[in-house]
């Protein structure tokens, strides 16, 4: 059993989604670790949301469409040169193919680093993929570590 709350058998799920009001309190703190870490790897703006959205909502997707996310349908092939629509494809490929799970043990969608890229050089950042994705994932890793 989970020490904490005692409801469920302990496990990475139970850790990220657990409901007891220290254990949900020390996690927020972390987040807020995370995020700045997040803004210190200069993640753009509207991919920083989109992943923070999918971290908040832990293995599950969002329930109300936040104007983020909608259904997988939506994604035309076009569309790929737009920032935001790469952001939004990245969100939806975390949220239904790979899971916010994932992205917590450092599994995440190549489109994330595509978006950052794309959505950089529109704000004149200009940050390598691969470099930004690595921070990213090291920024991710520490976050569940802490947890």
């Known amino acids: 059993m989970c020490p904490s709350c005692s409801i469920e058998i302990e496990s990475f799920l139970c850790i990220v989604t657990c409901t007891n009001p220290t254990v949900e309190r020390f996690r927020k703190e972390q987040q807020e670790v995370l995020w700045r870490a997040m803004k210190d790897i200069q993640t753009p703006p509207l991919v920083f949301l989109q992943l923070q959205n999918g971290i908040r909502s832990g293995t599950q997707p969002l329930e109300q469409d936040s104007g983020l996310i909608s259904t997988k349908a939506s994604i035309s092939q076009e569309s ?3 920032y935001a629509s790469i952001a939004h494809a990245a969100y939806l490929q975390q949220t239904f193919e790979l899971g916010w799970d994932q992205v917590l043990r450092g599994r995440i969608s ?3 680093g595509e978006a950052a890229y794309m959505e950089g050089l529109s704000l004149q950042q200009h940050a390598d993929q691969k470099s930004w994705g690595a921070s990213l994932i090291r920024a ?3 976050y569940s570590q802490s947890l």
Do not use: E, F, G
């Open 80 to 82: 790929t040169h737009d």
């Open 110 to 112: 190549t489109l994330w």
């Open 140 to 142: 991710l890793l520490c």
